[in-house]
């Protein structure tokens, strides 16, 4: 038997016969203020980093870095306007190296009020067993407290990978939500695989990733979706997961949805969000503390009706 087989054939007989998430099913609860649906409004603010954290020799690569380098110069500012004009708080994940290269733009994301949350530092995956995976968050728990004073709720790993190493050490660093899984349309609140409970997950959807429909480079020249289609897909995902009772979640990147063309289409996708009138759009540390408050809820009336039963 070659050798690979062989390899593969012993891992398979070694895999647990359980899904990978042994979480309860998400609670129904219900939104707040009377809407029906959520939407988890983030943006995913990784300037350089995803250009050459594969390859960090390419930081010599000037126009490779130069389409990171937009977020800086022109993408985050122009969504801080967009999101004042429409009145919107929202929630930007940022890498740690980001805010060190591009203090300004950090600090102008505080200013206007949103949350800023934890997205590694040099976006680097999440791996089991990867030497760099306590460096990664230490690190960008680091520059946010000493570049921001911020103590960050949220963490949304970079490419959206996870593993039980990560899921303790998020925990015990106080982080209170976490927003990379795809595995649902509402909150709900992780169980580690000893037994105990998690961090709260506000789960995406890669329909709601600009990345992949707005982005052409020169290492993937997948051309760009036009405004009708990303509308269509964003707007029908919207409308049916409102009548599920559940939250969509935005990962709107500003190298990206920073992009002139790309800001209309978001500026007509968020008019339209607000004008259905019942969906609560709102920064991640408002739905977690919103689910904190239903869990509460939740466990007094059950408490009492085991009293009284
Ligand atoms: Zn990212």
């Not at 990978?20 to 300037?47: C, E, I, Q, T």
């Not at 994940?93 to 733009?105: D, L, Q, R, V």
């Not at 760099?132 to 921001?148: H, Q, S, W």
Request: proline fraction near 7%; aromatic fraction near 10%.
């Amino acid at each position: 038997m070659p050798e690979t087989d062989a390899a593969n054939r012993a891992w398979t007989e070694r895999m647990p016969l359980a899904s990978v998430n042994r979480a309860p099913l998400a609670p129904h609860f219900p939104w707040p203020y009377g809407n029906k649906g959520g939407m988890f409004l983030s943006f995913d603010v990784d300037a350089e980093t995803p250009w050459n954290v594969a390859d960090p020799s390419r930081y010599k690569e000037l126009v490779a870095m130069s389409y990171g380098g937009f977020e800086a110069r022109v993408g985050v500012e122009k969504l801080l306007e967009l999101l004042r004009q429409e009145g919107l708080k929202a929630t930007f994940f940022m890498t740690g190296w980001s805010i060190e290269a591009h203090p300004a733009m950090a600090e102008a994301v505080l200013r206007d009020g949103h949350e800023i949350a934890h997205h590694g530092f040099w976006h680097i995956m999440p791996k089991p067993g990867d030497s760099m995976l306590v460096e990664e968050v230490e690190r960008g728990f680091d520059t946010l407290k000493r570049r921001l004073g911020v103590v960050p709720l949220g963490y949304r790993a970079p490419n959206g990978e996870s593993c039980e190493e990560l899921r303790v050490l998020l925990k015990n660093k106080g982080i209170v939500y976490s927003s990379s899984w795809r595995d649902d349309v509402r909150p709900y609140r992780h169980l580690l695989d000893d037994g105990t409970p998690g961090i709260i997950e506000l789960p995406v959807t890669m329909t709601y990733d600009d990345w992949l429909f707005g982005l052409s480079h020169r290492y993937s020249p997948r051309p760009m979706f036009p405004r009708e289609w990303v509308l269509s897909i964003w707007k029908d995902e919207l409308l049916e997961t409102r009548d599920w009772g559940g939250m969509v979640t935005t990962v709107i990147h500003p190298q990206c949805s920073g992009r002139p063309m790309r800001l209309r289409l978001l500026r007509e996708f968020l008019q339209f969000t607000k004008s259905l009138g019942d969906v609560w759009i709102a920064p991640g540390r408002d739905i977690a503390a919103h689910f904190q408050r239903c869990e509460a809820e939740a466990a007094k009336n059950g408490a009492a009706k085991n009293a009284t039963s």
